[in-house]
């Protein structure tokens, strides 16, 4: 059985809480359940103020066999910003948007010898897999699509990137870096001309995340895109309109993470849930703890 944990940030103290919370102790080195396993849904790095430590934490658990874990976007994004691009420069522009959002995990590795221990974990990143399948259940970062897992699929090695693959994905147009995009940071929809939003790092922006796990049709704006838009909130969405109008039917539970959920955690649909709930902007880290059932129930939820 599984405990499915949200996204960290770099918050190793709500962390351990959270493990012993559900029944997790320390044994040489690595938090581990005598009949239960974690999986991580990604974003360990950045933002928080322990983002060594939470690596340590979660690498010595799945590499001693007591927790999976998938790729989060903060992962690949970190990859892209230190690995070299064969033409020159870096498969993330260093842009300073991009700095400040690494910002906290360059600090956490300043020295030499953490920039080297840091360049072992840019490597570690490339072992997790973008997600998992496993019968019963599936995990991914932000977008469960299954016209992406298709086609990601046969360019995958063990479900890991590939450096060919990863120079795909990083060249906006292609089809890999659509998949990918979509699969790590989620699906977004363009808003009517003149209406923008700013997100949590004050970008201003004009295309929106949307729920995927939602039908949007019955939806108002208001419960179909992440973020409220006043003048388009109660009304309902023109779904004729979308350029993709897939939602999640599936039966197979699915957990992910991404979203920066507010207020209390709660099951989305009875086959989705989403377990991130902001702790690195104060709110909780949360798991979904899982005995095998088809629906999910909010009693499952624990917090730190």
């Known amino acids: 059985m599984y405990d499915l944990i949200g996204d960290i940030h770099g918050h190793a103290d709500d962390l351990i809480r959270l493990l012993e919370k559900l029944g997790y102790r320390e044994q040489a080195g690595v938090y581990r359940h ?18 060594r430590e939470t690596l340590q934490l979660v690498r010595a658990m799945v590499d001693g ?11 690949y ?34 020295t030499r010898e953490g920039f080297e221990e840091w ?35 046969p360019h995958l090695q063990n479900g ?22 979509e699969t790590l940071k989620g699906k977004e929809v363009s808003l009517p001309p003149g209406i923008q939003f700013h997100d949590k790092d004050q970008n ?19 419960n179909y895109y992440l973020e409220s838009i006043p003048e388009l909130d109660p009304h309902p969405v023109d779904h ?25 955690p709660q099951v989305l649909r009875p086959h989705a849930v989403c377990l991130d709930y902001s702790v690195a902007k104060g709110g909780d880290l949360v798991a979904y703890r899982w ?7 909010a009693e499952h939820l624990v917090t730190a």
């Not at 005598?34 to 103020?49: E, N, S, T």
């Not at 990137?161 to 795909?168: H, V």
């Open 204 to 222: 201003p922006r004009s295309k929106m995340r949307i729920r995927w796990w939602c039908n949007p049709q019955g939806c108002t704006y208001a």
């Open 119 to 153: 360049q072992g974990y840019i490597q570690w990143f490339k072992t997790l897999p973008l997600f998992l399948d496993l019968g019963e259940l599936r995990v991914v970062h932000a977008c469960w699509d299954p016209r992406h897992i298709r086609f990601l699929t």
């Open 240 to 264: 004729t309109a979308l350029p993709d109008p897939y939602h999640y039917e599936a039966e197979v539970p699915v957990f992910f993470g991404h979203y920066w959920l507010r207020g209390t």
């Open 34 to 51: 005598p009949d239960r396993q974690v999986i991580f849904v990604g974003d360990f790095v950045d933002r928080g103020p322990k983002i």
């Open 65 to 75: 066999g007591a927790a999976r874990a998938v790729m989060g976007n903060h992962e």
């Open 160 to 181: 890991c990137l590939t450096d060919e693959l990863l120079l795909r994905a990083t060249e906006r147009g292609t089809p890999e870096y659509h998949a990918v995009e």
């Open 291 to 297: 005995h095998g059932e088809r629906e999910l129930t």
């Open 77 to 110: 994004n970190a990859i892209c910003f230190f690995e070299k691009h064969p033409r020159g420069g870096h498969l993330r522009p260093h842009l300073p948007r991009n700095i400040l959002q690494h910002l906290r995990t360059i600090e956490a590795f300043q």
